[in-house]
Nanobody, 114 residues
Framework: VQLQASGGGLVQPGGSLRLSCAAS????????MGWYRQAPGQQREFVAG???????TYAESVRGRFTMSRDIAKNTVYLQMNSLKPEDTAVYYC?????????WGQGTLVTVSS
């Protein structure tokens, strides 16, 4: 099982990025998946999550700016990030849960700076 996160980069404050997390080896269409982030010197924190029915939850700090979605056919989830702020700078990770096992992607760096 492999989760491949991509889409990070350098963006100015107020800009947008879309992260992707493609899963291979197993299908996660009906399983919980989520996005987390870890800023330098900080603990990893929850950003957004989606359960099998498509219901999504968001951290208070990103609600209204970030949107998580999925493409079942591609076994891929996305994180659309708008109105980015410098405090959104972090390595973003995707996570999938299946059968009591957690799978993590390798992370993609998002830097919000002018």
């Amino acid at each position: 099982v492999q989760l491949q996160a991509s889409g990070g980069g350098l963006v100015q404050p107020g800009g947008s990025l879309r992260l992707s997390c493609a899963a291979s080896g197993r299908r996660f269409s009906g399983n919980p998946m989520g996005w987390y982030r870890q800023a330098p010197g900080q603990q990893r924190e929850f950003v957004a999550g989606m359960v099998g029915g498509g219901y999504t939850t968001y951290a208070e700090s990103v609600r209204g700016r970030f949107t998580m979605s999925r493409d079942i056919a591609k076994n891929t989830v996305y994180l659309q990030m708008n109105s980015l702020k410098p405090e959104d700078t972090a390595v973003y990770y995707c996570k999938a849960s299946k059968g009591g096992v957690e799978y993590w992607g390798q992370g993609t760096l998002v830097t919000v700076s002018s």
